[in-house]
């Protein structure tokens, strides 16, 4: 089995992923981050063209990535954050990846800003391998919204 699994392994990271170690296979990964009610900047986030993305950088399976970068409210009231994601391409693949924040429900009073830090978590459980090989997944991707809600 666990020959059968590295020549899976080995063959679905050989060509898209590129190689940096003899049992380590990486994919370049970058996310776009969308905002309501917020301005965000600084850190592990660039601006341009109208978009705010996360370079991941390289994630291999069972990677842990984090980004840090500042959030301020626009609001004239006291707000709360809010953490969505959506969009996972292929679909399924959400089952195998994980984020989170540690933004722990600090209420924002009007232009106040803090320093948030998403965390994204990979799979490395044989069901995600199965399903990157039954699904030929050569990239995937998923939109963040950050956003604020009135308290």
């Keep these: 089995m666990t020959l059968i699994s590295s020549f899976l392994i080995a063959s679905w990271f050989y060509g898209a992923y590129t190689p940096i170690g003899d049992d380590d296979r990486t994919i370049p990964t ?19 063209t109208g978009n705010v993305t996360v370079d991941w950088g390289e994630l291999t399976l069972g990677a842990s990535k984090n980004a840090s970068f500042h959030v301020k409210s626009t609001s004239n009231v006291d707000v709360e954050l809010g953490l969505n994601v959506t969009n996972w391409e292929p679909l399924g693949i959400e089952e195998y990846i994980t984020i989170s924040w540690n933004y722990n429900g600090t209420v924002l009073s009007p232009a106040q800003e803090i320093l948030v830090t998403v965390n994204l978590d990979v799979s490395s459980s044989e069901d995600f391998i199965d399903f990157l090989v039954e699904n030929n997944v050569t990239a995937f991707g998923f939109d963040i919204t950050i956003y604020a809600s009135g308290v």
């Design 30 to 48: 970058t996310g776009v981050i969308y905002v309501r009610g917020l301005e965000i900047y600084g850190g592990d986030i660039t601006s341009a």
